[in-house]
């Protein structure tokens, strides 16, 4: 007890409870940020996640508007709605980033990811992965007697699900772009 | 109208055009354009400082004290790097400075040029935003956007890099009203959340008020209203260590400094409340102490410039984004015009409730013997120092703490001290920053003899410039916040915590030219600090204090607000495994 006779010490708390009690749930966001298309500007954002912590699990990025110097950024990110919220107040300070939209709570909105596919293999197998590509709706845009290229394009659940049909039908390589997502309806986020 | 002149003219011509009449700084191969024109013109002064982390840490100061943007030059490579530490200060507690940079010419970036160094990269981190021009004609808007930037919303750290060409080469020079930007914070705070936090203030029992940098941040309007607020309510008023002036020491409702090292009554006035008002504060980890304990039965309200800084460790009840000063302007005249009321009774029987903590005295000490206690030095520093027109910086450490515990601040901009990167070397160097903006004014840098050595050159500095700083170190011949923490937590392991070959500082000050003063008698004290205020020139004092002071009260790493120690009879393990790996 100290001379103020208040208790002490009477925690088990560790450094790693020390948390408010915001909600511990992960969601998955995906997140629109408009920037100025100047050199430096993907590190800034990428410094950012890098130097907080913050998860990426997919970013693409090209320039959208040649005149206004604006390039788009999507990136894919999971987290608590706290950290979602961080994240999204974070990126506002950049001082070359325009806005930032999260589609994932600003109404439906649609998200595509391109991959390519090089499957190996003879015979029954090279017919079996024709097949299914054409299941997927993939196409063949390069074709030797062993191989195909596959070109697919769809929500990365379909892509996981294409890619992990052609693993034992001799995948050999795969090279994905990233989501890619626009809001669905009339309204535009630039 | 666009004129054309050279990169290195329109560097001088841009921090003419936006009111700069000081720059610190250090000259290198790669900025000699720029200091051959600061050569040849009388309106902007040069400061040769004697380290670039100087040069950065007196534009801090400078800026504090006058709410200003402060200006650093530096030359590329090891230039730039030094410069990294004032930086990442600055960001931390929001100052606005600009630092220009040299950089090898354009046609030789990214081939490891002699003192190339990649500072738009390194920077990137510390800095709210950085350039690196590679035309010339780009120039004069980068310099009057850069402005903008460092002053706009949350102020911060700016650096322009400026390759060796950019610099000869001549160009268009934008003036400062063709300055295009789409960085446009919102200042003005939302009107519904206003009203409920005008409404929340009419009903709270336990109010209080805890304010930050940001106050002093928003300019001296933020500080008057948020006195007459305070006024009119009645509430109680804490701060953090960077607020310590927007509200005066001497005012009705002052609790004192609230924290880790805070008072007493502020921390449980902090814990105990029912609306707690943050007025540009960042609910920072020296603040909240354990955050699963914080403040448990408040509502809480936030006003802050940054977005990022709502809701990032506390949630809050009543977030209201915008600049201090616009929010509180709002907020007075929706409480006035909904009649000015508050709980009366409920105020109080709060105040009867602070007024018994208070009588605890938690900055209490006694001074016996022949030794002087650190508390006793900067009490009587305070009443000596009070009357003058004065302005206090500090290194780190326990010195510091108890400047911001002994010290009374009746002012915004008085007061300069590293608060959120806690940059032992800052107070020196940012000592010369605010005497160069207040050449008459009496400045004082209270330090730790530790902290101190860490920018000692800048003594240099004071002499060629005739700064008459007084530079006030507390020697415990210890690294007392460190040896404090070694014995709280490392079973009094004292490694590599003690100041081992000092040198005799009366003679180093001697060999600077300045003056040396030591004392170790306290009933010599009171001549020797009015003798360090008289004389007419830089002064270091070297006070030799009690070596194994500790710094009270203190909530212990993973505690909340109402588990503070008082006193050494507490501390026996005070701070678990839990509160250990927390700094």
């Given at each position: 007890m100290s001379p103020l006779k208040l208790k002490k010490g009477a925690s088990s708390h560790s450094a790693y409870d020390l948390k408010t009690p915001f909600s511990d749930t992960v969601e998955r966001h995906t997140l629109a940020v408009i920037v100025e298309n100047e050199p430096g500007v993907l590190a800034r954002v990428i410094g950012l996640f890098a130097g907080r912590g913050y998860n990426i699990e997919s970013l693409t990025v090209a320039e959208i508007d040649h005149t206004g110097h604006l390039s788009r950024i999507t990136i894919v990110t999971s987290g608590t709605p706290q950290i979602i919220q961080q994240i999204k107040s974070q990126l506002g300070r950049i001082i070359t980033v325009h806005s930032v939209n999260d589609l994932t709570v600003e109404g439906p909105s649609v998200e595509r990811e391109l991959a390519l596919l090089k499957v190996t293999g003879k015979g029954d197998q090279r017919i079996e992965a024709i097949r299914l590509a054409d299941i997927f709706r993939a196409s063949v845009v390069d074709s030797t007697l062993e191989s195909f290229v596959f070109e697919i394009t769809g929500t990365p659940e379909k892509i996981d699900a294409f890619a992990d049909l052609m693993r034992p039908l001799g995948l050999q390589e795969v090279a994905r772009t990233g989501v890619a997502a626009l809001s669905r309806g009339p309204d535009a986020h630039v | 109208m666009t004129k054309a002149m050279t990169g290195a003219k329109m560097v001088v011509q841009a921090l003419v055009d936006q009111g700069v009449e000081v720059v610190f700084g250090y000259p290198g191969g790669a900025v000699l354009p720029i200091y051959d024109e600061i050569f040849q013109q009388n309106q902007i002064k040069h400061v040769l400082v004697r380290h670039e982390q100087g040069a950065v840490h007196a534009a801090e100061g400078y800026a504090r004290s006058t709410g200003k943007v402060g200006v650093a030059l530096v030359t590329s490579g090891p230039g730039a790097t030094n410069a990294v530490t004032g930086l990442t200060d600055a960001l931390l507690d929001s100052i606005p400075i600009l630092v220009l940079t040299g950089q090898v010419p354009t046609f030789m970036i990214g081939t490891d040029a002699f003192q190339e160094a990649d500072t738009v990269g390194i920077t990137r981190a510390c800095t709210k935003h950085n350039w690196l021009v590679k035309e010339t004609d780009k120039l004069g808007q980068t310099l009057h956007e850069a402005f903008h930037v460092a002053t706009s919303g949350r102020p911060g750290p700016v650096l322009i890099d400026i390759p060796k060409d950019v610099q000869f080469a001549t160009g268009k020079y934008a003036q400062k009203t063709q300055m295009e930007t789409h960085y446009q914070p919102q200042v003005k705070g939302d009107l519904d959340a206003i009203k409920e936090l005008a409404l929340a203030m009419e009903t709270a029992k336990r109010p209080v008020f805890y304010t930050g940098g940001g106050v002093v941040n928003s300019g001296t309007a933020a500080s008057q209203l948020l006195r007459e607020l305070v006024e009119a309510t009645g509430f109680p008023i804490t701060s953090t260590l960077m607020g310590l002036g927007a509200y005066p020491a001497s005012g009705e409702n002052w609790l004192g400094m609230l924290g880790m090292h805070g008072l007493y009554e502020a921390n449980m006035a902090m814990h105990d409340c029912d609306l707690m008002i943050n007025i540009g504060a960042r609910f920072d980890d020296r603040i909240t102490g354990r955050l699963d304990a914080f403040s448990p039965k408040s509502k809480k309200a936030h006003i802050d410039i940054d977005a990022s800084s709502i809701n990032k460790v506390i949630h809050v009840d009543i977030p209201i984004l915008g600049d201090v000063a616009h929010v509180l302007e709002d907020l007075l005249k929706v409480w006035k015009a909904n009649g000015r009321k508050t709980d009366k009774e409920g105020l109080s029987k709060w105040w009867d409730q602070i007024n018994e903590w208070k009588k605890v005295d938690c900055l209490s000490f006694k001074q016996e013997g022949k030794i002087i206690k650190p508390q006793y030095a900067l009490q009587r520093l305070e009443a000596l120092t009070k009357k003058h027109d004065r302005y206090i910086t500090t290194e780190v450490g326990q010195h510091q703490m108890w400047a911001a515990q002994y010290l009374g601040f009746e002012?915004?901009?008085?007061w300069m001290t590293s608060g959120g990167l806690g940059t032992m070397g800052y107070g020196h160097p940012a000592s010369i920053g605010v005497q160069m903006a207040h050449p008459d004014a009496l400045v004082i840098n209270i330090a730790g003899e530790a902290s101190w050595l860490m920018n000692m050159q800048e003594l240099g500095t004071s002499m060629q410039y005739r700064l008459n700083t007084k530079q006030f170190i507390l020697n415990n011949e210890r690294l007392g916040m460190v040896r404090q923490w070694q014995e709280l937590l490392h079973g009094e392991r004292y490694s590599s915590s003690w100041s081992e070959s000092l040198p005799d500082f009366v003679k180093l000050a001697e060999a600077f030219g300045a003056k040396g003063i030591q004392c170790h008698d306290p009933d010599a004290l009171d001549d020797a600090i009015m003798e360090m205020i008289t004389y007419d020139g830089p002064v270091l004092f070297d006070c030799l204090v009690e070596k194994h002071e500790n710094c009270f009260p203190m909530i212990p790493s993973g505690k909340p607000h109402n588990e503070m120690l008082l006193g050494d009879a507490d501390t026996k393990g005070a701070i678990k495994a839990g509160g250990a790996v927390l700094v």
């Open positions: - | 002012d915004p901009n008085r």
